[in-house]
């Protein structure tokens, strides 16, 4: 895969987690905590991940997207290809 081509799918990866939900101001239960998503998601470490703000602890930081909803975005995206 050329370096063009893991952009553009990085860049809809990014753009169908956005469609599930995981975009600024919405309300996302994660790893067993409750989230304020503060950004839309962006690629990191290999993986995808999102700023947030724990709902219990009120304190932001970024937080990697689980791989199950990577993977299932990813496989959305190659049955519609």
């Known amino acids: 895969m050329s370096t063009s081509q893991g952009i553009l799918l990085t860049t809809e990866v990014c ?3 956005r469609q599930f939900g995981y975009t600024v101001s919405q309300q ?3 790893y067993g905590e ?3 998503v503060l950004s839309d998601p ?3 470490d290999g993986g995808i991940a999102i700023h947030v703000r ?3 602890t009120l304190q932001a930081r ?3 997207l689980p791989v199950t909803v990577i993977g299932r975005t990813s496989e959305t995206i190659r049955r519609a290809a």
């Open 15 to 17: 753009a169908r987690i």
């Open 28 to 30: 996302i239960r994660v």
């Open 34 to 36: 409750d989230f304020e």
């Open 42 to 44: 962006f690629p990191s």
């Open 54 to 56: 724990s709902k219990r």
């Open 62 to 64: 970024v937080l990697q």
